[in-house]
């Protein structure tokens, strides 16, 4: 498996071979808008990309993005943090959850633009050293999670849900939780996990 | 995704002269070639579908600095029109004196998209109808007008039964938007020329031959805030739905009432999952009002809510499923302790 520890310290893994294949990454070398100057009345040129600063995790990120990039896209492709992912793209299965502020939100139907200026924490920035953040201990202790895919998402929604006071009950874990799917069903495993995680959360 | 311009307006005279500069005569509100952005739980989502194709955006978020209070006063409440439906749903005098607006927009949409979507753009989301959703289909009257409708003789059970016309069945699918025309609420809009106030029932249009104008809104016109006179604490929103959470209405109601002695002095039902436009049902408010409550009464202004009702192939049980809705929701308004 190309994610092997020793083929990344080689520094060729999977995702940067797919990615240098592709070209994706590539923006074009033109006259760049910004935001800034977005905010005349005159819109800036759709062809060109825009100058944006991303708050990412405690570090301000500086991209050239085409307009139309979400902040899921900018995360993933654009900063390589490939832990929100990209289930439906349509808002309708949380596995992009991240926190802009202090609020859930999910990634794929926010544009990068608009978030511009906020604080926005990935499931990267969650564990500090070498502990993790006690929500993803409890998903581990818990076994709330088969695949997998959903799990980066369901952490960040889960932390949330906490501190919105949403997880007195199994039944407002439940409904809090719902915008969150897991194909795999783990759902039983993820209310256990959401319960032994909340009183550490709350306790700060 | 198409290509658009991207800009922020710092104010409401820049956001409402970006968006009218770019309104062509003709286009109706919901082809009109620049777009609000608020939550964007909407229209980026059409916007990947290639349903809604703005060539520019116009970023209003950093309007809700004066745009998003939610103020419960003694006489009246505020709500700005970019006020988070999951702080209007959270808040304390919201949840003890209008239930039915607290429960309508805790029971719509996850946590997720509540953090995001503005009340504002909540009444002003898209239908859910598959056909309009799919740009595969060619016939659909709303995206394309005069192209026909692929729902009348296709999957259409979660269509609409009420508001219909030959042209459209599409449903509208909010939730809030039935408590505020319950509550007789007024939508204030802010456009070229300053304010204008409209009772919030004269904001959407049924289809009838034009499915493609959905509000009365103007290019260039933006939903500022929603008020509504008095307190309704007796007041409930229920939402039958395929799933228990995180689920459109196949039929939902907004009930409100004011009982006094035993006697319903003044009582509102709105319906919703069932209709093309948020649904007063005003023939069943005639059969509770200045009546004691039993379950008799219950199931008549049930029957009125839905005289009028038409089903299709798939859509029917919507009637028999919406007239239950509305006589448990009335049970449960009456049996409130307030």
């Known amino acids: ?204 | 995704m198409r290509p658009f311009s991207y800009q922020r307006a710092t104010d409401p005279d820049m956001a409402v002269q970006a968006l009218s500069a770019a309104a062509a005569a003709n286009k109706p509100l919901t082809q009109a070639s620049a777009q609000p952005l608020a939550g964007g739980t909407t229209l980026i989502d059409l916007m990947k579908l290639d349903v809604m194709r703005p060539a520019a955006i116009v970023d209003i978020n950093p309007l809700a600095q004066g745009w998003s209070e939610i103020s419960p006063g003694r006489e009246n409440l505020r709500l700005g029109a970019l006020a988070k439906m999951s702080d209007v749903a959270a808040h304390d005098e919201i949840q003890r004196n209008y239930p039915v607006i607290a429960n309508s927009l805790k029971l719509a949409a996850s946590a997720q998209l509540r953090n995001m979507a503005t009340l504002g753009g909540n009444v002003m989301q898209r239908t859910r109808c598959s056909y309009f959703r799919d740009v595969s289909y060619e016939n659909c009257n709303k995206r394309n007008p005069g192209s026909g409708c692929a729902a009348m003789d296709g999957i259409n059970r979660m269509h609409a039964v009420l508001g219909i016309s030959d042209q459209c069945i599409a449903t509208y699918p909010g939730d809030f938007a039935q408590a505020l025309i319950a509550l007789d609420a007024t939508v204030e809009v802010t456009g070229k020329s300053g304010t204008r106030s409209m009772p919030f029932a004269e904001l959407h249009k049924a289809p009838g031959n034009t499915p493609e104008i959905e509000t009365t809104l103007q290019p260039g016109e933006l939903i500022s805030a929603f008020l509504i006179s008095g307190r309704w604490p007796r007041s409930v929103y229920l939402k039958a739905r395929d799933r228990q959470s995180y689920e459109f209405a196949l039929s939902s109601t907004a009930v409100a009432l004011d009982v006094q002695d035993g006697t319903i002095r003044d009582a509102r039902v709105a319906l919703g999952g069932v209709a093309t436009v948020p649904w007063r049902a005003r023939e069943a408010e005639a059969q509770l009002k200045g009546q004691k409550f039993d379950d008799g009464l219950a199931q008549r202004a049930a029957d009125a809510a839905f005289a009028e009702a038409k089903g299709r192939q798939h859509n029917s049980f919507k009637i028999a499923l919406g007239k239950r809705v509305v006589a448990r929701a009335l049970q449960q308004a009456v049996m409130m302790e307030i």
């Open chain 1, 1 to 204: 498996m190309s994610d092997h520890p020793s083929s990344q310290s080689s520094g060729y893994d999977r995702r940067s071979f797919m990615a240098g294949a592709a070209g994706s990454a590539l923006v074009p070398l033109t006259a760049r808008a910004t935001v800034h100057e977005a905010r005349a009345a005159v819109a800036q040129d759709p062809a060109l990309p825009v100058d944006v600063t991303l708050r990412v995790n405690g570090q301000e990120k500086r991209l050239s993005l085409d307009a139309r990039t979400t902040v899921l896209d900018a995360l993933r492709e654009h900063l390589k943090l490939t832990g929100s992912k990209k289930g439906c793209d349509h808002g309708q299965c949380g596995a992009c959850t991240v926190l802009i502020g202090d609020r859930r939100v999910v990634s794929c139907l926010t544009l990068a633009l608009a978030a511009e200026g906020q604080e926005i924490t990935t499931i990267e920035g969650l564990a500090t050293d070498d502990r993790l953040h006690p929500m993803q201990q409890a998903f581990i202790d818990n076994d709330a999670f088969q695949c997998g895919y959903c799990t980066p998402g369901q952490i960040m929604s889960a932390i949330a849900c906490v501190k919105e006071g949403h997880a007195g009950t199994d039944a407002d874990i439940r409904e809090y939780m719902s915008g969150n799917i897991c194909r795999c069903a783990a759902y039983p495993n993820i209310v256990a996990a959401v319960k032994q995680a909340a009183p550490e959360i709350m306790k700060g």
